[in-house]
């Protein structure tokens, strides 16, 4: 008999068919990609970031390409939550796989209008997205400061009909100590890493490539700065489902998020390279799996051998 | 509708300064959907550091010998990997992509404005619309830039100006334009090009249909990942999909 693989993971009790999840910013809807892939093949799909208002996002350039990197700076350009919810969660909503909501504001209030709207919805989990600048706390970010973070989590949770992932920024000294405010603040699951704040200048013009002068570094050349995140705050014990992301591209680069501590995977930047890279990756990690006796996908979270 | 394709290269020449004319294989299914003013994204080979793939547009597509020729000016580390590229390599391409010029059946006098590179996707009409009555303007910095200008004859009436006046005329494409506008009215202009060649086209173009041709720092290419905007009516559009082509009209930075 031939040797198959249980690819089925559960995060905060929503089973997903595999651990590959496409991160939210990276597939849109979703609706776009119906004709590269199987979209209802992956694990999940996290909408882009969802905010109370319409948002123009920046000005362009938005994007610059650095080694093994990509440096983006969008800024959370989305119709709002109400006209998506009349107009394209219809279409969105029969993708037949586990949709997470990615949730984003400029103020605590904004976040809980936002969950309060997708309450009602078919979609299962609510990505909280902690790392946009904040207006009302002085500039300074959700996910950097732990009693800010745990404020907001424990705001969106009292109104919140769905599991909560918080999204953890790297940008900070102590991951463990964002993943614990987290997790006080009332967090089902942690998803890990968003992007490092970078820069790329032309230097030619002395100008920054990217219009809003810095953007969000993704894609493998923070891989191994995420594999440590993932690490440390899997190490911290909190017994939260981790999702790990971070320059994965390949199943093997999959593979290395669950054995550091992760449950399940996110991807983005493979998909800017390759439309169906998430399919890819979901073939080439069963294919691992096969290849390496896992039954079951599970085993491999958390196998770090270490040496004493 | 397929889209992505592993395609052969057949040739990769210099055509002119930092030019090059790439000519790949393509399926039915491509030549199927192909409309002029549309682009491939190519992922450049042998290069995992470069994780973006190059958006170009599609220069010509040749029915018959089942080829789409793309030409691009070398400009960075991407399009000079691209440069190296041989025959019989195989390419990871995505195509076509994007919205392409808006054609209809009256519209029989079309003139063409391109700058630089910009002539490229200007080309591409006479893949598909070889019947119109066409004019041709073409903006090139100086001779050595000229590229083609011996296919546009074949379809059109056809200007060459130089900045430097090296070649063909002295100065824009668009100084030739204006005088032939003040003599006849087309029923359609396609434009691909630089800013400030866009920006005197809206101050000359007056109520004749215009549509340009606009480029941006791309990322996915396929709508997923809304870096490649473009201000068109107060909206910040996505060049890969609602794009590249707009009406000149709609392009916020062009007006106001």
Not at chain 2, 195 to 207: E, H, Y
């Amino acid at each position: 008999m031939r040797f198959m693989v249980d690819m089925k993971v559960s995060i905060a009790g929503v089973e997903l068919k595999n651990p590959v999840i496409a991160a939210s910013g990276t597939l849109a809807f979703g609706e776009e990609y119906s004709q590269y892939m199987d979209v209802a093949a992956l694990g999940a799909i996290t909408l882009k970031a969802l905010t109370k208002e319409k948002r123009l996002g920046n000005p362009p350039v938005r994007i610059a390409e650095t080694a093994s990197g990509v440096l983006n700076a969008v800024g959370l350009q989305n119709p709002g939550v109400d006209a998506f919810l009349e107009k394209q969660y219809s279409r969105v909503k029969r993708i037949d796989t586990v949709q997470i909501a990615n949730i984003a504001g400029a103020a605590v209030e904004d976040y809980v209008y936002v969950t309060e709207r997708l309450n009602d919805t078919e979609i299962a989990l609510f990505e909280v997205n902690v790392s946009c600048p904040n207006v009302k706390h002085g500039g300074v970010n959700f996910g950097t400061d732990a009693s800010i973070l745990e404020h907001v989590v424990s705001e969106v949770k009292k109104v919140a009909k769905k599991p909560l992932i918080i999204k953890l920024t790297p940008n900070v000294t102590s991951i463990q100590e964002m993943a614990r405010a987290a997790k006080n603040g009332g967090a089902d699951a942690l998803s890990l890493i968003n992007t490092l704040t970078g820069m790329a200048i032309d230097p030619y013009t002395r100008k920054p490539i990217i219009k809003n002068t810095t953007g969000g570094l993704s894609g493998p050349a923070i891989k191994p700065v995420a594999l440590r995140m993932v690490h440390e705050v899997y190490q911290a014990g909190l017994g939260l489902p981790i999702i790990g992301m971070g320059g994965i591209m390949t199943g093997e680069d999959a593979a290395e998020f669950m054995i550091a501590g992760a449950d399940a995977v996110m991807v983005g930047t493979a998909t800017m390279r390759n439309p169906a890279a998430t399919i890819d990756i979901i073939n080439e990690l069963e294919q691992f799996a096969k290849t390496n006796d896992i039954g079951n996908i599970t085993e491999l979270t958390g196998t770090l051998q270490l040496e004493d | 509708m397929k889209k992505h394709y592993s395609e052969k290269v057949l040739s990769n020449e210099l055509i002119a300064q930092n030019t090059y004319l790439l000519k790949i294989t393509c399926e039915d299914e491509f030549l199927k959907w192909f409309r002029p003013g549309q682009f491939v994204h190519i992922q450049i080979p042998a290069a995992n550091e470069l994780l973006l793939r190059r958006p170009i547009s599609i220069n010509y597509v040749d029915y018959e010998k089942r080829q789409v020729h793309i030409a691009y000016y070398v400009v960075g580390k991407g399009t000079r990997l691209l440069s190296q590229v041989r025959p019989g390599d195989i390419l990871d391409v995505l195509m076509p992509l994007g919205n392409g010029f808006s054609i209809t059946s009256s519209m029989q006098k079309i003139w063409l404005v391109g700058g630089g590179i910009g002539n490229a996707p200007l080309k591409s009409m006479f893949s598909k619309y070889m019947d119109r009555e066409y004019k041709a303007f073409l903006g090139f910095r100086c001779e050595d830039a000229v590229y083609q200008e011996a296919d546009f004859c074949e379809y059109a009436a056809t200007c060459v100006t130089t900045d430097d006046g090296s070649y063909g005329g002295c100065g824009f494409c668009t100084d030739v334009l204006k005088e032939e506008l003040a003599k006849d009215t087309p029923d359609v202009i396609l434009a691909c090009g630089p800013m400030p060649l866009f920006k005197t086209l809206a101050s000359i173009v007056g109520d004749i249909p215009t549509q340009v041709s606009m480029e941006q720092h791309m990322g996915c290419g396929t709508g997923g990942c809304a870096t490649c905007v473009c201000g068109i009516g107060g909206e910040n559009k996505r060049v890969c999909l609602e794009g590249p082509v707009f009406d000149i009209k709609e392009v916020d930075a062009l007006y106001g």
